[in-house]
């Protein structure tokens, strides 16, 4: 079966959200805070490949979604950053807006890469957020949400 004109929905990952900790230890009397970031969402990206002749396999999966990143930790630990989802697409794919019909991207080589949805940002964590006159911050940020796109 061949298939050359589909509509596709894209969500790329939400950041994660930023830590609220705080460093509490025997020895130490003023720790102070110590909550780490939050993780940045992965983005969706389209890749052209030269071994596909049809976008049958968009037609089936009409819904992809990229992983969130993962929240702050303790100790200042970071967050992971999620993976990019990487959707093959033949070459000569021409990616435009569902509503609209402006032209995003037209992936013309192998291996061609376009970012259709970006993942959001992660939060900050409280240790971020200190300073001279605010020591001990009791907030944290959340994380960005991700695109959506529909093409």
């Not at 969500?11 to 609220?20: K, L, S, T, Y």
């Not at 995003?104 to 006159?133: C, M, P, W």
Request: glycine fraction near 18%; aromatic fraction near 8%.
């Amino acid at each position: 079966m061949f298939c050359d004109l589909t509509e596709v929905e894209f969500f790329a990952g939400n950041g994660g959200n930023g830590a609220i900790s705080f460093r509490k230890e025997k020895y130490i009397p003023l720790g102070g805070p110590y909550g780490g970031n939050g993780g940045r969402g992965g983005n969706v990206v389209l890749e052209g490949n030269l071994h596909l002749n049809s976008l049958i396999d968009l037609n089936h999966q009409k819904i992809w979604r990229a992983n969130n990143g993962e929240k702050g930790g303790t100790w200042m630990k970071n967050g992971a950053n999620a993976e990019d989802l990487i959707v093959p697409v033949p070459v000569g794919t021409l990616v435009k807006l569902a509503d609209t019909g402006e032209i995003l991207a037209d992936i013309k080589e192998h291996q061609q890469q376009f970012v259709v949805a970006a993942g959001g940002r992660g939060g900050y964590g409280n240790a971020h957020f200190t300073s001279s006159t605010r020591q001990a911050p009791h907030f944290a940020e959340l994380g960005e949400p991700g695109e959506y796109r529909r093409v």
